[in-house]
């Protein structure tokens, strides 16, 4: 099946951003350094708690620790990870109050979103490009962060048919986080529970029902948080 690839975002570094770094030349070391990191963190190849060693990772990329050093500050400034006094360097945990707080601002968000989707009349459109999407999706079933690249970018077709910038920068920052949370969520028996949940809010899409197409939106949003809950509530107990 073809599949149009033009309406994903650019998720090259598992980050809802284009370039993934400096948006014009050559990325300097730093950055090289910062997007290697993030994508390891949102991948889970470095998991929730998990320690990070500058030299390591230094050695990894062939670069000096200035630039890993640079990269660290970074993100701990973007709150992805923390370094204590003895600059030992930790990937982030995440709290059940966190992930209510996230999915309280995608609901919003999306919730608007789908709202203008149907006062402009572009439904029809959006379910269109959701179905690709959808397809997409269910190639990438054998590749979990394939999986979940396309399951935000899926979302993400309510903000770029609207074509809003201001709303697609707020979405980028909420889906940022739910790449990484996304990761943690999935299990074998969650791919099929996705790709129905996102088929009956295509259905309603395309039938303009606008009533059954929140619905359907706000009952997948609330059974990914449950999930993520309660495995958080598990790996912490």
Not at 60 to 88: F, K, M
Not at 217 to 234: F, G, N, P, R, S
């Amino acid at each position: 099946m073809y599949i149009d690839k033009s309406q994903f975002l650019n998720y090259s570094c598992g980050i809802p951003t284009l370039g993934c770094g400096i948006p014009n030349g050559e990325k300097n070391l730093a950055s090289q350094a910062y997007d290697r990191i993030k994508k390891g963190i949102l991948s889970l190849e470095f998991p929730p708690g998990s320690s990070l060693q500058e030299r390591a990772l230094a050695e990894e990329l062939g670069v000096s620790r200035t630039p890993v050093r640079e990269a660290v500050h970074r993100l701990s400034q973007e709150g992805w990870i923390t370094v204590n006094s003895r600059r030992n360097i930790e990937v982030r945990s995440v709290s059940p109050v966190e992930i209510r707080e996230v999915f309280q601002a995608r609901w919003l968000l999306e919730r608007d979103a789908l709202d203008l989707i149907f006062s402009g009349d572009l439904f029809r459109q959006t379910g269109r490009h959701m179905t690709n999407m959808l397809s997409f999706m269910k190639e990438s079933q054998n590749n979990l962060h394939d999986f979940i690249l396309a399951d935000q970018s899926f979302h993400a077709i309510f903000f770029q048919i609207l074509g809003n910038s201001r709303l697609q920068r707020f979405w980028n920052s909420v889906s940022e986080e739910m790449i990484w949370l996304g990761m943690l969520a999935m299990n074998e028996k969650r791919y099929e529970a996705v790709l129905g949940e996102h088929g009956r809010v295509v259905e309603a899409l395309i039938a303009r029902r606008k009533r059954d197409a929140k619905d359907a939106l706000q009952d997948h949003l609330e059974i990914t948080e449950d999930v993520l809950i309660k495995k958080i509530e598990t790996i912490t107990s």
